[in-house]
């Protein structure tokens, strides 16, 4: 990949591990790009690039419930952002759930793609439209449709 992204970088504390190993797994194609990762995500990537002699730009916003995926999301708004890994902990409660749903929101409203597991976001991070000089990801469209509409200009055939 020739185009250098911006991306952001989030794991629970119960992901955090697997996070670490993915990103040590995909270190070639990560020391092409910078990174914005939550607090101690982004310190132990760090740590591991470390170990391992990988050298990138990584900048820590701070930890998730201190206001980390607020920050990012603010960045999503600010088309700061290219893609998002978020490997959430889907099995334990978060005490900042408000804020790790506002983040996913405005990656969808904003059409920023974001993993929420590690299949999909080598899936992302690998994918050649990211070069692809004739490829510009459509704006996403909130226009209210009825049935016959769609049916008419767009030959959709709707089934219930």
């Not at 459509?138 to 200009?153: A, D, G, M, W």
């Amino acid at each position: 990949m020739n185009k250098r992204l911006t991306i952001a970088i989030v794991a629970h504390d119960h992901r955090k591990a697997d996070m670490v190993e993915w990103a040590v797994f995909n270190a070639t194609t990560l020391a092409k790009h910078k990174l914005i990762c939550t607090g101690t995500t982004g310190s132990l990537i760090k740590q591991a690039f470390d170990k391992k002699g990988v050298e990138t730009e990584i900048i820590c916003v701070n930890s998730g419930p201190l206001g980390g995926d607020a920050e990012i999301a603010a960045m999503v708004v600010r088309h700061e952002i290219n893609l998002a890994i978020f490997l959430i902990d889907d099995l334990n409660p978060q005490p900042h759930e408000a804020d790790i749903q506002m983040l996913l929101r405005q990656c969808r409203v904003h059409n920023v793609p974001i993993a929420c597991n590690r299949y999909s976001a080598d899936l992302m991070i690998t994918s050649s439209l990211w070069d692809a000089e004739d490829y510009t990801p459509s704006v996403p469209k909130y226009i209210k449709f009825s049935r016959e509409e769609l049916q008419i200009n767009k030959n959709i055939e709707i089934l219930d």
